[in-house]
């Protein structure tokens, strides 16, 4: 499905709004498009309309007294109201003139004394004429002035409601708008929890934060402004058309040579727009990426004095970015309002051709009515076609974004439900599984494990041996390729990632919290964890000797990724999370590498009475940590090189004793 469907798809879950804003917006301008119709009639009826055909002898209402005689003009008649003789007012200069019989044709005039000339295709006719004072010409006004009012109380009022239903059109889109970058931005981040770990290897947190707030609101200027500006635009016009169609039907099929001119020029636009805009929304998602990796490894930068070098990277982004801009700038102004400016000025040169053509030929006399009406319908068509052209690379900014929002929806995810399974034993099993995180390097080689319930597991081995990577395959985070993991004997492949998961717990090498408090921390605002259960953890995991001592205790603030405790303090903090949950399986992943002896001991003080039941996997570079476990396995290159007991791996002398006896070294020599 294309980038515009899915989008109209977004808009129907708020049709109702959308075509309520669209109702609005057609009033709004049928009241405004009517103004120069209303204008018209006030001009030809009530203002040049004294220049039509008098009649002398009639009497009564709009009749008008001049020099003993009575006159009423041709369209004041009834229908079976007799005529007398014909007279015309006409207008010279600023001066009105008295013509005491009917003119043949109408046309240049000129007065000289008492004899008004009009000429026309070389043919000229003289009549008498008797130029009207204020006071006698005012008479023949008087019957037009409660036409005027009210035609001027009609405009006024129609233009009121045009305001009115421009500002509801106006907030009913914002609302329908804000609405669906709403939805759109809970899809986008509530199907990123469901993506799985490995798609966090290929894209930076900077660039999804950039896909999740600047390409969203990117979109949401098309529904508000781009929207909006079309969807006027396309009536404002249509409905221009129509009026010069009522107007002049030859002329008003002359500007519709104005529309396929129009649309081919936006397809040309955004062929070359669509490039520059996709190089710009990159751009802009890489220099976030690097904004949010620079401000996470500031002290790393600090310390090895790398100001320069990543302000010159930034540089460099920021540059690329700066171009593409302005190549994009350069092609709006190169086109813009230039090609609005030309089809205006074409336009309004075929007016006057037209017109003043079919005039001088005396085929058709143009009113001054109906010359306003037709040139305030062109300047009103050109503005909102003026609107739409400039809001054209909004329009490509807006799809390009979109394009990358769902190209990010797109991904496939775990599908997330309400369901729970009830807690499982914890017999784990792993039948010759193999893995490669890019399916061509394998990392686990034909891994057998039988672990069962409350027994302890501890992996060990260099980096790169394999350890984190049977955790990633146990927890799901990444597929493994060949063999089988079960859990109660049930294969984990057949069961919901989010279900299994349920009964597990881990705390990782690199404690993370969340802002919040330490009790939201623990309990992750899970409902079914009582305050009591999370006082009861802190007491068992021994954090309750420094949380007792902060001024807020449980409810003491944390700041993004707990910047204001110490790393060990951190880590109970994760040890008691994932405690707390009760899990039936507990992996600690290198979970004690980073504290100090004396929380160590806490841990593992507190680890004796709570692994109890429990399966747990400890994966570990401290071995001495480990001694008491049920299983000891030594990986190496992704392969079980041995296993056993502490004691039966030290009997044998082989890689686990020397790796023991290194690092017993290792801490004598420290020590001392």
């Known amino acids: 499905m294309n980038v515009g469907k899915r989008l109209f798809q977004y808009a129907l879950k708020r049709k109702r709004t959308f075509i309520f804003a669209l109702v609005m ?13 209303i204008a018209k009639r006030m001009i030809d009826v009530h203002i040049v309309g004294i220049e039509k055909p008098w009649y002398e002898g009639a009497t ?15 369209d004041r008649f009834e229908e079976n109201e007799t005529k007398g003789k014909e007279v015309r007012i006409l207008q010279v200069g600023v001066s009105y003139y008295f013509v005491n019989e009917a003119i043949a044709f109408d046309g240049a005039r000129e007065i000289d004394g008492d004899t ?112 909006a500006t079309f969807f006027s635009g396309v009536i404002y016009v249509t409905g221009i058309l129509i009026a010069l169609f009522l107007l002049d039907a030859t002329l008003a099929t002359y500007c519709l040579l104005i529309i396929p001119i129009l649309y081919l020029w936006i397809v040309l636009y ?18 976030n990426g690097m904004i949010n990796e620079s401000i996470n490894g500031m002290s790393i930068i600090q310390a090895f004095r790398q100001q320069k070098e990543t302000a010159k990277e930034f540089g460099e982004l920021s540059d690329d970015y700066y171009r593409h801009q302005n190549k994009l700038l350069s092609l709006n102004a190169a086109t813009s309002h230039n090609l609005v400016g030309v089809l205006r000025s074409i336009a309004f040169m075929a007016m006057i051709w037209y017109f ?48 990358r929002v769902f190209e990010l929806l797109d991904e496939k995810g775990t599908d997330v439900n309400d369901t729970h399974i009830d807690r499982y034993k914890g017999d784990v099993s792993f039948q010759n599984v193999s ?11 034909n891994i057998n494990i039988d672990v069962k319930q409350g027994e302890t597991v501890a992996l060990v081995g260099h980096t790169g041996s394999g350890k984190s990577s049977i955790m990633n395959v146990l927890f799901g985070f990444y597929p493994f390729q060949e063999g089988n993991i079960t859990i109660d004997n049930y294969p984990i492949k057949e069961m919901p990632k989010q279900l299994y998961r349920e009964h597990m717990g881990i705390v990782l090498q690199d404690p993370f919290l969340f802002s919040g408090t330490i009790a939201s921390n ?48 951190r880590q109970l903090i994760s040890f008691a999370r994932a ?54 396995l030594v990986l190496d290159r992704g392969n079980i090189v041995e296993r056993g007991t502490h004691d039966e791996l030290m009997a044998r002398c082989g890689r686990y004793y020397k790796m023991y006896q290194l690092q017993q070294a290792g801490s004598v020599t420290h020590a001392s």
């Not at 070359?272 to 929304?281: G, L, Q």
């Not at 001024?551 to 405790?565: H, I």
């Open 270 to 287: 955004r062929k070359y727009a669509s490039r520059y805009n996709h190089i710009i929304r990159g751009r802009l998602s890489d220099i």
């Open 435 to 445: 893995f490669s995180y890019n399916n061509k390097d394998v990392v686990l080689k």
């Open 356 to 403: 003043g053509g079919t005039t001088l030929s005396g085929q058709m006399v143009v009113t001054v009515g109906v010359l306003y009406a037709f040139v305030d319908y062109l300047i009103r068509m050109f503005s909102p076609i003026t609107g739409m052209v400039n809001q054209l690379a909004i329009l490509e900014q807006a799809l390009v974004s979109a394009e």
């Open 116 to 227: 008004l000339t009009i000429t026309r295709n070389n043919e000229t006719k003289e009549y008498s004429a008797v130029q009207l004072s204020k006071d006698e010409l005012l008479p023949f006004y008087d019957s037009e002035v409660n036409g005027l009012l009210t035609l001027a109380t009609l405009y006024i009022g129609l233009m009121i409601m045009a305001s009115i239903f421009t500002y509801g059109k106006a907030f009913y889109l914002q609302k329908a708008s804000n609405s669906i970058i709403r939805d759109m931005r809970e899809d986008v981040f509530s199907h990123i929890q469901r993506l799985p770990v490995s798609y966090f290897d290929k894209l930076p947190a900077g660039k999804i934060v950039s896909r999740v707030t600047n390409d969203t609101e990117s979109i949401r200027d098309l529904y508000v402004t781009v929207l």
């Open 522 to 569: 623990i309990s992750l605002d899970n409902p079914a964890i009582s305050r009591e259960r999370i006082e009861k953890v802190i007491k068992e995991i021994g954090a309750d000797v420094f949380i007792s001592k902060l001024p807020k205790g449980l409810d003491e603030p944390v700041l993004e990724k707990g910047s204001t405790l110490s790393t060990g303090e």
């Open 579 to 632: 405690l707390a949950f009760d899990p039936a399986i507990l992996i600690l992943d290198e979970a004690t590498s980073s504290i100090d002896t004396e929380t160590e001991s806490i841990i593992q003080e507190a680890l004796e009475v709570l692994k109890k039941g429990r399966t747990t996997f400890i994966i570990a570079h401290r071995l001495s940590t480990i001694r008491s476990a049920d299983q000891i």
């Open 25 to 37: 917006l057609m009033l709004a301008v049928a009241a405004e498009l009517s103004g120069p119709f």
């Open 60 to 74: 009564g209402d709009q009749a008008v007294a001049y020099q003993g005689k009575w006159y009423k003009r041709e």
